[in-house]
């Protein structure tokens, strides 16, 4: 879930203070900021994980505003003072820092809480039934995605889905080790495993995959990433997450993401001419850009039409130098080929059995609904070309 922590205070410095050294481990996670006066209201609005009570001189009113709060408080003090600290334990705190503190030691003691911030009883309990039931194995993953996660996907309407391959023995501890309790991991077959992260989005993923592969340390480490939206139903995210799998294997990626609703490199055109006066440059953000836009592309439009073509396979390959669409008919093989043509545009070779045809793209018109439109109109010439010969 979105790390809302809610900064308290009557001192406005306290919050300029603290707000820098939130360095969260999620881009979407947000810091708020309220007075003594509001705090309560604020907290009814916001709907904070983790409250930053500030305790200046007024050590009543901090005491008072303490103990209505019911969830996890981290006390910052001007200064470490006995009276005051003791004062706040009885008031029921999580934690403590003062302005003393460094930034590494007030992360460490807020990420703490976020990973923690469900009361362990009831957690135990629930996880005991679970594995009593055989739902859930001893390190808490869940050991049927198919059956477990529907239930989730109806809970959340947006999150991001993360499987990954690795036979690291230290996998598992890896991945629980950089989840918070509102993650839910599971296992598949072999040596798969799934996240889901619920109000997470892709980069707050990638972090997370990034932080898996540092904690283990893997070298077979690869992971297909996909967002989920309220109209998804799981086996169709599986299918796009072993598709994105598959594809970081092939090519030996750490991750491969799959994403409909993700806008390639965001001003990537911008990136592109820019970098025409320097060819190397311009290259290695086409290439980039070039991947992004045509894996999901090229997956959906094998998902979208191998059942329906005849004794036919589809194949498809992303290379820097050369980009394939093949479709392995029964009597030939047509090929849709992508090249990059310079500065300036894309051929795209289009070929059927002998027949051969040439398109050029400007770079500034090459996104995924141009590759499709192309792509529909390459699938029907090769059936065309089928109905022809039978």
């Not at 991991?185 to 892709?202: E, S, W």
Request: with cysteine; aromatic share 10%.
């Amino acid at each position: 879930m979105k790390a809302g922590v809610l900064v308290i205070s009557n001192d406005k410095t306290v919050f300029d203070f603290v707000k820098p050294k939130l360095v969260l481990l999620r881009n979407n996670d947000t810091v708020y900021e309220s007075d003594y006066a509001d705090a309560e209201d604020c907290i009814l609005k916001v709907n904070p994980q983790v409250v930053i009570l500030h305790c200046g001189y007024d050590l009543d009113a901090f005491a008072g505003l303490a103990k209505k709060i019911s969830i996890p408080v981290i006390a910052c003090f001007d200064e470490l003072d006995t009276e005051y600290l003791l004062t706040a334990c009885d008031c029921g705190i999580s934690d403590f820092f003062t302005k003393k503190s460094s930034s590494e030691e007030i992360l460490v003691r807020l990420m703490f809480l976020l990973k923690n911030r469900i009361v362990k009883e009831k957690q135990d309990i629930g996880q005991d039934i679970l594995k009593e039931n055989n739902i859930m194995d001893v390190d808490g993953f869940y050991l049927d995605p198919l059956k477990v996660y529907p239930y989730f996907l109806s809970r959340y309407d947006y999150g991001t889905f993360v499987i990954i391959s690795s036979m690291s023995e230290k996998m598992r501890a890896g991945i629980s080790g950089s989840l918070r309790e509102s993650d839910v991991k599971a296992c598949g077959y072999g040596n798969i495993y799934y996240i889901f992260m619920p109000d997470t989005d892709i980069d707050g993923a990638v972090t997370v995959i990034r932080k898996i592969i540092s904690a283990t340390g893997a070298k077979d480490f690869h992971a297909g990433v996909c967002s989920h939206y309220a109209n998804k139903e799981f086996p169709v995210l599986n299918n796009i997450l072993e598709n994105a799998l598959n594809v970081a294997v092939g090519s030996k990626k750490e991750y491969i993401i799959i994403d409909e609703n993700l806008t390639p490199a965001g001003n990537w055109i911008e990136k592109i001419n820019t970098n025409k006066k320097n060819f190397k440059l311009f290259k290695q953000e086409f290439n980039k850009m070039l991947e992004q836009v045509l894996t999901p592309v090229f997956y959906q439009m094998q998902a979208k039409y191998e059942t329906k073509l005849v004794n036919a396979k589809i194949y498809h390959s992303i290379t820097p130098e050369v980009s394939e669409f093949k479709i392995a008919g029964e009597y030939f093989d047509s090929v849709f080929r992508l090249k990059s043509a310079g500065f300036s545009a894309v051929n795209i070779e289009i070929i059927h059995n002998t027949k051969e045809k040439r398109v050029t793209i400007d770079i500034n018109d090459l996104e995924a609904k141009t590759l499709e439109v192309l792509l529909e109109e390459f699938i029907e010439e090769h059936k065309m070309y089928m109905e022809e010969l039978c």
